[in-house]
């Protein structure tokens, strides 16, 4: 099948599409070369390395699901 077909396809396609949620999938994909708003910014990756380092060194505590669950139900704090 050549571009030209599929095209012509996918244009018969959308025309039939209804579906919001299935029109906004596709053009997401289509605009995947796009930067999207949900991408991080430099100084937002920094802060997110910075937490990450502080999990892995000790410095800030990691609590599980589990225990935060189990926190929640008998009103415990951390």
Not at 21 to 39: G, H, K, N, S, Y
Not at 41 to 67: H, N, Y
Request: aromatic residues 2%; proline residues 1%.
């Amino acid at each position: 099948m050549t571009a030209l077909h599929l095209r012509t396809e996918i244009q018969q396609l959308l025309r039939k599409e209804k579906n919001i949620t299935v029109l906004e999938a596709i053009r997401m994909l289509l605009r995947r070369e796009e930067p999207q708003e949900d991408d991080l910014t430099d100084e937002e990756v920094a802060e997110l390395d910075a937490q990450r380092a502080d999990r892995i060194s000790g410095k800030v505590k990691f609590i599980s699901e589990e225990e935060s669950i189990r926190m929640i139900r008998t009103g415990r704090k951390a």
